[in-house]
C-alpha cells in the first residue's frame, strides 16, 4: 500500500502588509493583514508527502535539492502538528492505518523563482500542509490549517484560502485564534487581475525573519501603524472587496504598500527592498492614476511590493492590456511577459 499525496498552493500577494511578530516562535503577528491569493498557474507550489513504514527519518526536498529539516524549525513544527491532528483521528477510529508513526518524505516544487520578494515561503507551506491533510486524510477546514501553516511561515495562511482573504492577528498567547479567514472568494471580483514585473530574480538581501526582528526592536513607527493605522484600513478595503469599490481598494494597497516601506526604512539599520525601477514603476502607476482621475475617472491601477523589488500591479481586467503596453514602453527590456488571458491575440505586444 503507498500512502502519498499532493497538493498544490498559489501565492498571495497581501494589500495590508504584515510585518512584525508579537511571538517569533508561533509566529503570531503585531497586526491583521489582508491578501489576494493569484490563481493562475505560473505561481505555485505544488508538493507530495508520502508517508512508509521503511522510512528512516522526515525528509524534504524542494526544486530537487535536499533540504536539511532542522529539529524544531518551521519545517519540523509544521510535520508534528500535522502528524499530532493524524494522531487523533487515528485515536477516534482504531481501524486506520497508523500513519501518524510513519516518517514522511515531502518534495516540493516552485514553478518561479524561490525567495525573490515572491512569497514562496506563502505558497510552499501552504501547499505542504494541504499535501499532510490529503496524505492523512484530516477533514480539517481551511482556517483550521491556516494555524498550522502560520507556523511555517505567516503569509502561509493566506494561501490556503483562493480569493480576498484577512489573517486576523487574534489575541490569545497560544495562536488559536490567529488564523486566515474568506473575505470574498474570487468568484465575488474576477475582474482583478494582478500583473507581477519581475524587476530582480534574485534572492532577497535582508530575511523577512530578520528584518521583522529588527523592525519590531527598533521602529517607532511601526508602533503608530500597529495601533493607529492598520485596524482602520482592513475595515474600509474589506467593505471596498464587498462593494467591488476598486478606487478604494488600489488607495489603500498603494498607501500600505508606501507605510511598509517606510517602515523597514524606520528600522535601524535601515532596510532597502525596492530599488530605482521599483520606485520608477511607482511613477508610472502613479502618473497613470493622475490622468484617469484629472478626467473625472477613477484609480485605474495600484503597485504593492513585498520584501523585495518586485512590483505586483492590481487592475481590472479592461486596463490589462494598456498596462502592459505601457511598462513596456517605458522599460523596454520587459520584453518578455506571460499573456495567460490571451488579451494580446497571437501575436502579442512583443514577438517574445
Ligand atoms: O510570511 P513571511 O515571513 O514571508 O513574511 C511576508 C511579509 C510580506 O510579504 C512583506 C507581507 C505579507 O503580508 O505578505
Same mark, same amino acid.
Given at each position: 500500500?503507498?500512502?502519498?499525496?499532493?497538493?498544490?498552493?498559489?501565492?498571495?500577494?497581501?494589500?495590508?502588509?504584515?510585518?512584525?511578530?508579537?511571538?517569533?516562535?508561533?509566529?503570531?503577528?503585531?497586526?491583521?493583514?489582508?491578501?489576494?491569493?493569484?490563481?493562475?498557474? #505560473?505561481?505555485?507550489?505544488?508538493?507530495?508527502?508520502?508517508?512508509?513504514?521503511?522510512?528512516?527519518?522526515?525528509?524534504?526536498?524542494?526544486?530537487?535539492?535536499?533540504?536539511?529539516?532542522?529539529?524544531?524549525?518551521?519545517?519540523?513544527?509544521?510535520?508534528?502538528?500535522?502528524?499530532?491532528?493524524?494522531?487523533?483521528?487515528?485515536?477516534?477510529?482504531?481501524?486506520?492505518?497508523?500513519?501518524?508513526?510513519?516518517?514522511? #518524505?515531502?518534495?516540493?516544487?516552485?514553478?518561479?523563482?524561490?525567495?525573490?520578494?515572491?512569497?514562496?515561503?506563502?505558497?510552499?507551506?501552504?501547499?505542504?500542509?494541504?499535501?499532510?491533510?490529503?496524505?492523512?486524510?484530516?477533514?480539517?477546514?481551511?482556517?483550521?490549517?491556516?494555524?498550522?501553516?502560520?507556523?511555517?511561515?505567516?503569509?502561509?495562511?493566506?494561501?490556503?484560502?483562493?480569493?480576498?482573504?484577512?489573517?486576523?492577528?487574534?489575541?490569545?498567547?497560544?495562536?488559536?485564534?490567529?488564523?486566515?479567514?474568506?473575505?470574498?472568494?474570487?468568484?465575488?471580483?474576477?475582474?482583478?487581475?494582478?500583473?507581477?514585473?519581475?524587476?530582480?530574480?534574485?534572492?532577497?538581501?535582508?530575511?523577512?525573519?530578520?528584518?521583522?526582528?529588527?523592525?519590531?526592536?527598533?521602529?517607532?513607527?511601526?508602533? #503608530?501603524?500597529?495601533?493607529?493605522?492598520?485596524?482602520?484600513?482592513?475595515?474600509?478595503?474589506?467593505?471596498?472587496?464587498?462593494?467591488?469599490?476598486?478606487?478604494?481598494?488600489?488607495?489603500?494597497?498603494?498607501?500600505?504598500?508606501?507605510?511598509? #516601506?517606510?517602515?523597514?526604512?524606520?528600522?535601524?539599520?535601515?532596510?532597502?527592498?525596492?530599488?530605482?525601477?521599483?520606485?520608477?514603476?511607482?511613477?508610472?502607476?502613479?502618473?497613470?492614476?493622475?490622468?484617469?482621475?484629472?478626467?473625472?475617472?477613477?484609480?485605474?491601477?495600484?503597485?504593492?511590493?513585498?520584501?523585495?523589488?518586485?512590483?505586483?500591479?492590481?487592475?481590472?481586467?479592461?486596463?490589462?492590456?494598456?498596462?502592459?503596453?505601457?511598462?513596456?514602453?517605458?522599460?523596454?527590456?520587459?520584453?518578455?511577459?506571460?499573456?495567460?488571458?490571451?488579451?494580446?491575440?497571437?501575436?502579442?505586444?512583443?514577438?517574445?
Amino acid at each position: 500500500m503507498v500512502y502519498q499525496a499532493t497538493a498544490s498552493a498559489p501565492v498571495n500577494i497581501a494589500c495590508i502588509k504584515y510585518w512584525g511578530k508579537r511571538d517569533t516562535k508561533l509566529i503570531l503577528p503585531t497586526n491583521d493583514s489582508l491578501s489576494v491569493t493569484l490563481d493562475q498557474d #505560473h505561481l505555485r507550489s505544488t508538493t507530495t508527502s508520502r508517508a512508509d513504514p521503511s522510512f528512516t527519518k522526515d525528509r524534504l526536498w524542494l526544486n530537487g535539492t535536499e533540504e536539511e529539516i532542522k529539529p524544531n524549525g518551521r519545517t519540523a513544527t509544521c510535520i508534528a502538528e500535522m502528524k499530532r491532528l493524524r494522531a487523533d483521528l487515528e485515536a477516534e477510529k482504531p481501524n486506520e492505518p497508523k500513519l501518524s508513526q510513519f516518517y514522511v #518524505h515531502i518534495a516540493s516544487k516552485n514553478n518561479f523563482p524561490t525567495a525573490a520578494g515572491l512569497a514562496s515561503s506563502a505558497s510552499g507551506f501552504a501547499a505542504l500542509v494541504k499535501s499532510l491533510a490529503s496524505l492523512y486524510q484530516l477533514p480539517s477546514t481551511p482556517s483550521e490549517l491556516s494555524l498550522i501553516a502560520r507556523q511555517g511561515s505567516g503569509s502561509a495562511c493566506r494561501s490556503l484560502f483562493g480569493g480576498f482573504v484577512a489573517w486576523e492577528m487574534g489575541s490569545s498567547p497560544d495562536g488559536s485564534d490567529s488564523l486566515a479567514v474568506e473575505i470574498a472568494p474570487r468568484e465575488h471580483w474576477p475582474e482583478i487581475h494582478a500583473l507581477i514585473c519581475v524587476v530582480s530574480d534574485d534572492k532577497k538581501g535582508t530575511s523577512s525573519t530578520s528584518g521583522m526582528q529588527r523592525t519590531v526592536e527598533t521602529s517607532t513607527l511601526l508602533q #503608530h501603524r500597529i495601533k493607529h493605522v492598520v485596524p482602520e484600513r482592513m475595515k474600509v478595503i474589506s467593505e471596498a472587496i464587498k462593494k467591488r469599490d476598486f478606487n478604494t481598494f488600489a488607495k489603500i494597497t498603494m498607501q500600505d504598500s508606501n507605510q511598509f #516601506h517606510a517602515v523597514a526604512l524606520d528600522t535601524d539599520p535601515p532596510i532597502f527592498y525596492m530599488n530605482d525601477v521599483s520606485r520608477a514603476i511607482i511613477s508610472l502607476i502613479v502618473e497613470y492614476n493622475r490622468v484617469s482621475v484629472d478626467a473625472g475617472g477613477p484609480l485605474k491601477a495600484a503597485y504593492t511590493y513585498d520584501a523585495g523589488p518586485n512590483a505586483v500591479i492590481y487592475t481590472l481586467k479592461e486596463n490589462v492590456k494598456e498596462i502592459v503596453e505601457l511598462v513596456v514602453n517605458y522599460f523596454p527590456q520587459a520584453n518578455q511577459f506571460k499573456d495567460p488571458f490571451g488579451l494580446f491575440g497571437s501575436d502579442g505586444v512583443q514577438g517574445n
